[in-house]
């Protein structure tokens, strides 16, 4: 049974950083991407970066990857996926969920249970 563990949420102050971090346990050569999603209060969860197969050399991410804001980024060895956020605003308070998906499906096949991002002053 594959098991995603998620921790490093917290509150943090507007402008600060946090440093997310996801344990895959299982049979890491079956997943094609790794990654996050966040869900917002009376939103619906939406993708943030996920870092995918063929070497983990490759990633994709929503606007604040493409803007550097946040960063993603793996230790293959201790089979852990990082998200980096820099420049913290209150609109990124969430519950943060680490996700992999398998190889041939097109959705996240498993997901972590989650970990709470408050940006408050």
């Known amino acids: 049974q594959v098991q995603l563990m998620e921790s490093g949420g917290g509150l943090v102050q507007p402008g600060g950083s946090l440093r997310l971090s996801c344990v895959v346990s299982?049979?890491?050569?079956?997943?094609?991407?790794v990654g996050w999603y966040r869900q917002a209060p009376g939103q619906q969860r939406e993708f943030v970066a996920a870092?995918?197969?063929?070497?983990?050399?490759?990633?994709?991410g929503n606007e604040d990857i493409r803007r550097g804001r946040f960063t993603i980024s793996r230790d293959n060895a201790k089979n852990t996926v990082f998200l980096q956020m820099n420049s913290m605003k209150p609109e990124d308070t969430a519950v943060y969920y680490c996700?992999?998906?398998?190889?041939?499906?097109?959705?996240?096949?498993?997901w972590g249970k989650g970990t709470l991002v408050t940006v408050s002053s």
């Open positions: 299982g049979s890491m050569s079956d997943f094609a991407a």
């Open positions: 870092v995918m197969s063929g070497g983990w050399s490759d990633t994709e």
């Open positions: 996700y992999a998906r398998r190889t041939g499906e097109s959705r996240p096949t498993y």
